[in-house]
């Protein structure tokens, strides 16, 4: 039940239970950590204000705030084959299941593969307790905002993912909400790519119920020099639940991070994606593929902080809008002084499918340094009347005209996915997601 | 006047009275024209006069409004269609400037709009195995490289590439009336050569080609039965192969004196 005030009392009841269960059996530096995260959380409260909140301007998040949440102290059961039915892509993957926030795992597969950590996060605190120590919350910090506060302080388990050496076999993390209730859940996840190594990492957030629910996520990757980690985070939640996501990625010295954020799901929703150059010789490929319709509201804020010198970071985001949706781009890149051999472009391009739909797209450079060679773009746009008209003149009706030229849109973003199984099916998705398309698509 | 037809039933295309308007602008201001099954017309005039206007209405394209008159398809209304419809009913536009699809491939493209005319037409669809054979041959018949067929359309394709592309569409979809909306234009004398063999191999009993042009050059390769020139959106004189040649030595100014109500196809 919605509030007409921003209430706290229920996270504050529910943390005090957790800190009663967890006493003594979580090691002290985290207890501090998740201390202090709350501390914040209550401290920072939810960003509500609607005057001089320049980060969340178009985005309102007080539906969020006066929402009424049942933290899951346990977890549904959920079938194998329910799981298979909704995330077909995922055969051969090592896969770690969290429902509800704990881990499940008869839904797990594959987590005793060599050469690689895959374990929940509650028994990595044990298993591997100074590898998590030196990385659990140092990239998404307590003081970023009320959202990471509460994520550290609150969640339940997680998916810790250390990759010691090269692995070919992709690592899927399924974050599924149950249709238990109105859930709250944090989840979580830590990766820690070690020097030389690649790792193919895909994040699959998802409902299994249509009620409302809310995802507060919290991921960190770490990429230490010489790593490769290929990232694709699919937002697949269902169209009432409130997300909100942090992903926070720190690259060491000659490192690739490639990331694919895939957002067709969630009733109100923002990413934050936050992206470090802490040393030299990197590249980071951001792309985004965002499909909203009814009422969906989607934000992403992607940050790239070029701290240091040579580094190459190139930003693409696409959006089709249908409905009276929303969608918000924000895009910042951060040249910070001395980082010279910069080479950044960030682009946003929207296909508007209604009148009704809108889309605040905002790039922006913030350049300190000379020697940097930096551009942006943004596009909004509907159809193009040229191209229904060929493709009419060709015998093909416009519904089925519109079909093509939406996924031509999204393929250019699409095509990027190295993982065969994955393209075709979010190929497919994408149009799924468009109600206008009914049964034609797919 | 020659008379060529010697067709039974309406005329392919008839287009009678046609008024057509672009916002404010009358651009075609009485236009008659009768094609029949197995002809070809070309639709000469200067720049300005209406042709691509004429062809483009034929093809439905959107923006243009008509004001008065009709055009008959196989005796039938072809304006109340959709250009999709038309399309399904055998009309075919060679564009002008042919539109990028991007994220479209040739190959899926054409395969799509094959599938679409033939399901009207209750045939089954090809197989994609017989699909792709047919269209990596007659990809190179236009001297179109096979590779080009899984690019996006037109994407990228130099302006030869894409006026073959759509010669190629209509050798693919094989519709009964093809429009060629200056097609030639832009071309070297090889490619038109290449553009005027898949548009002669095309031509045959039971099609007919409206072929809009600018200049003569591509009628030594594509002989027309009826040449027609169009000056201010009117059809000042018709005549046979010879009325194009006369036109490139004395230019279109001595036509522009004719009186409208003269001419007539």
Redesign the interface.
């Known amino acids: 039940m919605a509030q007409a005030v921003e209430t706290y009392e229920q996270y504050e009841t529910d943390f005090r239970k957790l800190q009663e269960q967890r006493a003594g059996k979580e090691p002290q530096w985290l207890t501090d950590l998740r201390d202090s995260g709350f501390e914040r959380f209550l401290q920072f409260r939810f960003p509500v204000e609607r005057k001089g909140n320049e980060g969340w301007k178009y985005t309102d998040v007080r539906p969020i705030a006066r929402g009424s949440f049942d933290y899951p102290f346990d977890r549904a059961e959920v079938s194998a084959s329910a799981l298979a039915a909704r995330l077909p892509f995922d055969s051969g993957f090592i896969r770690i299941a969290l429902v509800d926030g704990h881990f499940a795992p008869e839904l797990s597969t594959g987590l005793d593969a060599p050469g690689i950590v895959v374990a929940p996060l509650s028994e990595a605190v044990r298993s591997q307790p100074q590898l998590v120590e030196a990385h659990l919350g140092k990239y998404a910090q307590v003081n970023h905002d009320s959202f990471v506060g509460v994520n550290t302080a609150m969640h339940s388990d997680g998916a810790f993912i250390h990759a010691a050496q090269a692995v070919k076999t992709p690592v899927h993390v399924v974050y599924l909400t149950s249709d238990r209730g109105n859930p709250v859940t944090f989840p979580r996840a830590l990766v820690v790519a070690s020097a030389l190594n690649e790792l193919t990492l895909v994040e699959s957030y998802i409902s299994l119920g249509d009620q409302n629910h809310f995802t507060d996520a919290v991921t960190e990757i770490t990429l230490e020099d010489g790593a490769t980690v290929d990232h694709y985070r699919l937002l697949l939640e269902n169209p009432n639940a409130f997300h909100v996501g942090h992903v926070r990625v720190n690259q060491g010295r000659d490192t690739n991070y490639a990331n694919l954020s895939y957002e067709t799901g969630g009733g109100l929703v923002r990413v934050d994606t936050d992206v470090l150059f802490d040393d030299t010789g990197s590249s980071a490929a951001l792309r985004g593929l965002y499909v909203t319709s009814g009422d969906q509201h989607i934000d992403n804020l992607v940050t790239i902080d070029h701290a240091k010198p040579h580094n190459t970071s190139r930003l693409y985001y696409k959006g089709i809008l249908d409905g009276s949706s929303k969608a918000v781009f924000g895009g910042t890149v951060f040249v910070r002084p001395g980082a010279d051999k910069t080479d950044a472009y960030q682009e946003d391009k929207n296909l508007l499918l209604s009148r009704e739909a809108e889309v605040d797209s905002k790039p922006a450079l913030e350049i300190y340094a000379d020697d940097v060679k930096c551009g942006h773009g943004a596009t909004a746009g509907a159809i193009?009347?040229?191209?229904l008209?060929?493709?009419?003149?060709?015998?093909?009706?416009?519904e089925?005209?519109m079909l093509?030229?939406v996924?031509?849109?999204?393929?250019?973003i699409l095509d990027g996915v190295k993982l065969a199984a994955l393209r075709t099916w979010l190929d497919e998705r994408t149009t799924l997601a468009l109600p206008r398309f009914g049964e034609r698509a797919g | 006047m020659p008379v060529l037809s010697n067709a039974e039933g309406p005329p392919m295309l008839e287009v009678r009275g046609l008024h057509v308007s672009v916002v404010d602008t009358e651009i075609l201001k009485g236009v008659d024209l009768s094609l029949n099954a197995g002809e070809v017309h070309a639709i000469m005039g200067p720049n300005g006069s209406g042709k691509s206007t004429l062809a483009n209405i034929i093809?439905?394209?959107?923006g243009y409004i008509v004001t008065a008159g009709e055009v008959l398809y196989e005796g039938k209304n072809l304006l109340s269609l959709?250009?999709?419809a038309?399309?399904?009913a055998g009309v075919?536009?060679a564009?002008q400037y042919?539109?990028?699809?991007?994220?479209?491939r040739n190959r899926e493209?054409?395969r799509?709009?094959l599938d679409?005319?033939r399901e009207?037409r209750g045939e089954e669809a090809v197989p994609i195995r017989d699909f792709n054979k047919m269209l990596d041959a007659k990809a190179k018949e236009l001297d179109l490289d096979p590779d080009m067929m899984k690019r996006?359309v037109n994407e990228g394709f130099s302006g030869g590439e894409k006026k073959r592309n759509e010669i190629l569409?209509l050798s693919v979809?094989d519709p009964k009336l093809a429009l060629l909306d200056e097609t030639d234009s832009g071309l070297d004398i090889d490619a038109l050569k290449v553009v005027a063999k898949g548009v002669n191999a095309f031509r045959g009993p039971g099609k007919a080609i409206l072929l809009v042009t600018h200049y003569q050059r591509i009628l030594d390769y594509i002989t027309p039965d009826l040449v027609h020139v169009l000056i201010d959106g009117r059809i000042v004189r018709s005549g046979g192969r010879e009325l194009a040649l006369e036109l490139e030595s004395r230019g279109y100014d001595w036509l522009r004196e004719e009186a409208p109500a003269e001419a007539s196809a």
């Open positions: 193009a009347e040229d191209a008209f060929y493709m009419q003149s060709r015998g093909i009706d416009p089925q005209a093509f030229l996924r031509g849109f999204a393929s250019e | 093809a439905g394209r959107p959709t250009p999709d038309r399309a399904r075919f536009l564009l042919p539109v990028e699809l991007p994220g479209i493209f054409l799509t709009a679409a005319l009207s996006n569409q979809l």
